[in-house]
């Protein structure tokens, strides 16, 4: 299969060749139909975007993971998911990527690495979350713990509020890229991160994890995912929303709360390789502002969504 300049659809799919930004065939897991834009050299050897029912992936073949996944999760959407058993669904190959751009079982085989979600099979039972088109290279001990929490968390806004916009994925920083083991064909992202938009109060924000053990987290504005990645999650929204101060849950890990560390220092890291951002005002952050802010979350006042 070749990559596709127009949309073409196959078993209820929808595959599609993206430029950094542009129409979509999965409009309904994007906020206001506007997939995110994405300025980066991971593109350089092509994309597609794949349509599932429950959320949207859009993949770079010099990765063989997607650059992102998006969902439109709903309060209806998590409650019906809640205690369905995954007894039988085994990962597998996406078999509707080019099959250069597909990664491979054996790839992933004794890698030391788990297979890890980005649109996640408790948000909405749908089997089709165990595509490998849906999964990074991700650490044991964070994919388990840390980021289990958030992704708990994020459901609990969806709940809470009724519906939530969600923009997940891995960021790349190390050059050359680090790749697994078995054959060095799918890239390991050095951190992940995860957007999310609430209609009901208009706020905005990213948890952003290093893909190690740990349990340390950070919670930027969209504005820095963007100039840390180059993933502009969500740009139907306004710049004043985008470069807010963000006021993040704590992840619930296993009933647990976790507090933002300030050990993760992606606002003083170089921009992304395309970003145009490194001069921007938006990012010149005082100090005063950074240790308000986690002064902030060690008090335990967090203004949830």
Not at 132 to 147: E, G, H, K
Not at 189 to 203: E, N, R, S
Not at 218 to 234: H, I, K, M, P, T
Request: include cysteine; glycine fraction near 6%; hydrophobic fraction near 40%.
């Amino acid at each position: 299969m070749k990559l596709m300049t127009s949309s073409a659809f196959l078993f209820g799919l929808s595959l599609t060749a993206l430029p950094a930004m542009a129409s979509t065939s999965c409009p309904a897991q994007y906020l206001n139909g506007t997939p995110p834009a994405v300025v980066s050299p991971l593109q350089d050897a092509g994309t597609v975007e794949v349509c599932y029912p429950e959320f949207a992936d859009y993949v770079a073949a010099r990765t063989r993971t997607p650059l992102y996944a998006a969902e439109h999760l709903t309060e209806e959407q998590v409650e019906a998911a809640r205690g369905v058993s995954r007894k039988g669904i085994q990962f597998h190959p996406d078999t509707h990527l080019p099959s250069s751009m597909q990664a491979q079982l054996s790839d992933y085989s004794r890698s030391g690495y788990d297979r890890g979600h980005l649109a996640n099979w408790a948000d909405s039972a749908d089997p089709d979350s165990f595509t490998l088109a849906n999964i990074v290279p991700q650490d044991p001990n964070d994919n388990r713990l840390l980021w289990e929490g958030i992704e708990e968390t994020t459901r609990a806004i969806a709940e809470n509020e009724g519906e939530v916009y969600v923009v997940s994925g891995p960021i790349y920083r190390t050059t050359p890229l680090t790749s697994l083991k078995n054959g060095g064909r799918v890239a390991v992202p050095d951190y992940l991160y995860k957007a999310i938009y609430v209609p009901a109060t208009g706020q905005a924000g990213v948890y952003i994890v290093r893909n190690a053990a740990g349990f340390i987290w950070r919670g930027f504005s969209l504005e820095d995912l963007r100039r840390f990645s180059g993933v502009n999650a969500f740009p139907a929204l306004p710049m004043s929303v985008r470069t807010s101060t963000p006021h993040l849950p704590m992840p619930n890990m296993r009933g647990q709360v976790v507090p933002e560390s300030a050990d993760l220092p992606a606002y003083t890291a170089t921009p992304f390789a395309g970003s145009d951002s490194s001069d921007d005002p938006a990012f010149k952050i005082s100090p005063a502002v950074k240790g308000e802010h986690v002064a902030a979350t060690l008090r335990h006042i967090f203004r949830h969504f």
